[in-house]
């Protein structure tokens, strides 16, 4: 059973930071594509970033750039998102998800999904 589990999100004061972990089970990551994806309140979901099977490359929405970064341990399974400086429009719900592929950008490429993790930036 291909299982993505997030973890990290919690409440930040604006300028903070936090790092989501993305574990992976039932699968190894290797041969994947993953993405961080975010749920605003009342908006619609946006890819925040992708890495490439190979972690060689990434890709990063225009809102997060030289804030967030995203990196990958395959030997424990795991991707990470880093975000700095955030702000109170990083608030959401965030997911990760995985895709057989190189680097993938599109949320309906992928096929497996984690449950989310709740991100507060807030004063």
């Known amino acids: 059973h291909l299982q993505l589990v997030e973890s990290g999100g919690r409440l930040v004061q604006p300028g903070g930071s936090l790092r989501l972990s993305c574990a992976a089970s039932?699968?190894?990551?290797?041969?994947?594509?993953i993405g961080w994806f975010l749920q605003p309140p009342w908006k619609e979901r946006e890819g925040v970033s992708f890495?490439?099977?190979?972690?060689?490359?990434?890709k990063y929405a225009d809102s997060v750039k030289g804030r967030f970064t995203i990196s990958r341990d395959n030997a424990k399974n795991t991707v990470y998102l880093q975000m700095n400086s955030l702000k109170p429009e990083d608030t959401g719900v965030y997911y990760c998800a995985a895709t057989r592929g190189w680097l993938v950008l599109s949320d309906r490429s992928y096929s497996t999904w984690g449950q989310g993790t709740q991100v507060t930036v807030s004063s």
């Open positions: 890495i490439s099977s190979s972690g060689g490359s990434t």
């Open positions: 039932g699968f190894t990551l290797d041969y994947y594509a």
